[in-house]
Nanobody, 120 residues
Framework: QVQLVESGGGLVQPGGSLRLSCAASGKILRINAMGWYRQASGKERELVAVISSGGSTNYADSVKGRFTISRDNAKNTIYLQMNSLKPEDTAVYYC??????????????WGQGTQVTVSS
C-alpha cells in the first residue's frame, strides 16, 4: 500500500514561517505531480501549490510570493515553505500525489492532513 505522511504543522504568529513536509512510501514505481491543498473550517478544500516530476510549479494567487513548493524525487518527498503567514492561511493542509505502482495505472493518494494555525 501507499502512504503519504505530512509533518511540520503547528501554531505560528502572523508574519511567521512554517515548513511542511510530505513523504510518500510503499509500493511506488513513479510519481507524477505532487501537491498541497488546504481546507479551512467550513470551506471547501482548495489547491495551494503543485509541482510536476520535472519541477514545474503552480500556485494559488493567495499564496504567490509567500509560499514555495519543492521536491526531492530521491526521497519521494515534497515540501512547502510558508513565509509571511496570515490568519487566513489557517487550515488543515493535505498533500497528494498522482502515482503508479505498475507503470500503467495512475491513482491519486492523499495524506491525513496537518493543522496549521496562524494566530497571535
Amino acid at each position: 500500500q501507499v502512504q503519504l505522511v505530512e509533518s511540520g504543522g503547528g501554531l505560528v504568529q502572523p508574519g511567521g514561517s512554517l515548513r511542511l513536509s510530505c513523504a510518500a512510501s510503499g509500493k511506488i514505481l513513479r510519481i507524477n505531480a505532487m501537491g498541497w491543498y488546504r481546507q479551512a473550517s467550513g470551506k471547501e478544500r482548495e489547491l495551494v501549490a503543485v509541482i510536476s516530476s520535472g519541477g514545474s510549479t503552480n500556485y494559488a494567487d493567495s499564496v504567490k510570493g509567500r509560499f514555495t513548493i519543492s521536491r526531492d524525487n530521491a526521497k519521494n518527498t515534497i515540501y512547502l515553505q510558508m513565509n509571511s503567514l496570515k490568519p487566513e492561511d489557517t487550515a488543515v493542509y493535505y498533500c497528494n500525489a498522482e502515482l503508479t505502482n505498475n507503470g500503467i495505472n495512475y491513482n491519486v493518494y492523499w495524506g491525513q492532513g496537518t493543522q496549521v494555525t496562524v494566530s497571535s
